[in-house]
């Protein structure tokens, strides 16, 4: 549904999971513009039913140093997953993160997130990342 809905809306989609128990990221979203430039990548998390979202050993679901350790073992998987890692890493400015939830009788509520994973605001546009790409090393 997601993938469907995106797609419908001008986002393409590079692969994002990197083994055979589809680790990674739900999905990466990428909008460009007719230039062919960058306009925005959509890192996003799919929830369904009343399903919630995690905090793990890396962190709360969705935030920098999730989002950090999901990039770091796309790009230790190598192949398709590290390519499209190393796409985020070099366009982060533009990454926008979104949960989106799928109810029970089918309806998404897209819900947007801030680096720390909390959801700042539902639907709508941009929401700002903060600047600071995590996966640059200082």
């Excluded at 990428?30 to 925005?40: F, L, Q």
């Excluded at 998390?45 to 073992?73: L, P």
Aim: aromatic share 6%; proline share 3%.
């Amino acid at each position: 549904l997601v993938d469907k809905k995106l797609q419908q809306d001008g986002w393409t989609s590079p692969p994002t999971k990197y083994n055979k128990s589809h680790h990674g990221f739900d999905g990466v979203y990428v909008k460009t513009a007719k230039n062919g430039d960058i306009e925005e990548v959509l890192i996003v998390e799919v929830k369904t039913g009343s399903g919630v979202s995690n905090t793990t050993k890396a962190g709360k679901q969705m935030s920098d140093d999730w989002t950090k350790e999901k990039i770091k073992q796309m790009m230790n998987a190598g192949g398709d997953a590290a390519t499209t890692a190393q796409f985020i890493v070099n366009n982060y400015a533009s990454v926008q993160r979104a949960k989106v939830r799928i109810g029970t009788d089918g309806t998404m509520k897209t819900n947007h997130v801030d680096s720390k994973g909390n959801v700042v605001r539902t639907g709508g546009t941009k929401v700002n990342n903060g600047g600071a790409n995590p996966c640059q090393t200082p």
